[in-house]
């Protein structure tokens, strides 16, 4: 790589931070950083460890975390900060050497790869992804691996995508059969026809399952992005406008003799009209709830990726040019967008959320007491929609105090809609903590009889007669005499 390429890259990564923020233990950090605190300090969790560690097996996600932990010897923060920013600029630099080989023009690439570092954090249809996290999870590392594998194909250099499919099997199983269908797609679309290249997606959908238990249909139903039929029409469109379009920029290409743009386009259109289709018939939920759980939909993800950089290259290519004010025109509004829509998201917690520098939100502020001031093997009961609680921003309480929990209605309900085995208990532990917003010390005793909790955490103004030695202007923390 030239130093200047890696000098742009390395200001667009930063750019890209800056637009998109950070947020190290918030929405599915909840779920994969404890298997890492877990790895590291096999005390911590002796309670419900099976919500988090259901993801945790089949990953090596937080194996390679906890070996980043150990052989640097820096905070956990720390390294997953560097992860979290190396995975930008991997993700960027892939997208650079793929753009490179659609576009002969240097404008053209640079703007593909400018308007996905601005895109970020833009929502995926109705997937429930973003095309980059605001915190670490295997779905950040996948995406570099998977943009890395797509370029080998269009190189011939089977091996080294074999390589970096790999490594995204090892670190998200269920992520990377999608790129593999799609290099699939087009070596199929380059070798053969379009026969193949369809039959190339349905890869994924070779896997049976048993029956899920009656608990876990309520637990399906309330993630409707398992269903593509219960879509909003604004989620369809997302879903389907792209294929128009990428039809319309294959067809530019190939009157501008752009033949791997053309072949990239095509081969996108096949892979995901045959997703479309799977997830129509999978949406049937009394037939097919426990074959939903794969998420054909979440297919897209790909798909935006490379929408997106195709339309920043035309769009540098034939629009911006060599404009400077044309560029400032089309990435100052939606830089900034991006950046209002996030801060929308997360607004009692900084933007950027440094390492060693204290957090300003609260709930986090108490999550960091527990974990300095309690022991490790206490058992704790929060409210179990928690972290849907303004001012909270859907930061994880184990990933930060490092403390078992009883299970909530968000992360919990998650890990069990994609392990319908846990749904029983999942079920019961909800149950036990249903009105909770009328507890009183009597039901706080009831939950330490049945589950062992010694801590509960609770709202201002609290309820009288429990010791709490922790408080602050929205949260307590009370012991469970």
């Known amino acids: 790589m030239k130093l200047r390429d890696f000098l742009l890259l390395a200001l667009l990564t930063l750019g890209a931070l800056l637009v998109q923020g950070y947020h190290p233990w918030a929405e599915d950090a909840a779920l994969y950083l404890p298997g890492v605190e877990k790895i590291l300090h096999p005390e911590l969790f002796p309670f419900n460890a099976q919500f988090f560690e259901s993801h945790a097996h089949l990953t090596l996600f937080p194996n390679f975390i906890a070996a980043s932990v150990r052989m640097s010897h820096l905070p956990l923060e720390v390294v997953v900060f560097f992860w979290q920013v190396t995975s930008i600029f991997l993700f960027l630099l892939a997208c650079l050497q793929l753009i490179s080989r659609c576009f002969p023009d240097e404008k053209a690439r640079w703007a593909g790869v400018g ?77 053969f026809d379009l026969r193949y290249a369809s039959l190339a997606c349905l890869l994924p959908f070779g896997i049976s399952f048993d029956p899920p238990p009656p608990a876990y249909h309520p637990v399906a139903l309330s993630h409707s992005y398992f269903y593509l039929l219960r879509w909003q029409w604004y989620e369809w469109l997302g879903a389907i406008a792209p294929l128009a379009i990428l039809w319309w920029f294959s067809r530019i290409a ?43 939909m979440r297919s897209l993800y790909l798909l935006y990726v490379l929408f997106f950089l195709f339309a920043g290259g035309l769009l540098g290519e034939y629009v911006l040019k060599n404009r400077v004010w044309r560029w400032v025109v089309l990435f100052v509004p939606i830089c900034a967008g991006m950046f209002l829509a ?96 009328k507890f009183r010390p009597q039901d706080f005793r009831r939950l330490q009889a049945q589950y062992g909790v010694s801590w509960v955490v609770l709202q201002q103004p609290g309820i009288a007669g429990l010791d709490c030695p922790y408080r602050n202007v929205a949260v307590l923390v009370c012991k469970v005499d």
Not at 277 to 293: D, G, N
């Open 115 to 191: 308007l996905i570092a601005a895109l970020l954090t833009l929502p995926v249809a109705g997937t429930a992804l973003y095309i980059l996290d605001q915190y670490l999870n295997p779905r950040n590392l996948v995406a570099f691996a998977a943009i890395f594998a797509v370029v080998k194909v269009i190189d011939r250099k089977y091996l080294q995508a074999a390589l970096f499919l790999a490594f995204a099997a090892a670190i998200h199983p269920l992520m990377s059969v999608f790129v593999l269908s799609y290099c699939v797609v087009l070596l199929c679309i380059e070798q």
């Open 254 to 296: 190939l009157s501008r003799q752009l033949r791997n743009l053309d072949r990239l386009c095509r081969a996108l259109i096949v892979y995901e009209l045959v997703y479309l289709v799977t997830a129509v018939v999978l949406s049937i939920p009394a037939r097919f709830e426990s074959l939903a759980r794969l998420q054909p």
């Open 342 to 437: 996030q801060r929308d998201l997360f607004p009692a917690s900084a933007h950027v959320e440094w390492p060693g520098v204290a957090s300003k939100n609260q709930w986090v502020q108490a999550f960091q007491w527990i974990r300095a001031s309690t022991p490790s093997d206490a058992i704790f009961a929060l409210d179990p929609w928690y972290m849907r609680i303004p001012g909270e921003d859907e930061n994880g309480f184990e990933a930060i105090a490092q403390r078992s929990m009883l299970a909530d209605g968000v992360k919990a309900s998650g890990a069990v809609s994609m392990f319908p085995a846990m749904a029983d208990e999942w079920l019961r532990q909800m149950q036990a903590q249903s009105g909770w917003s």
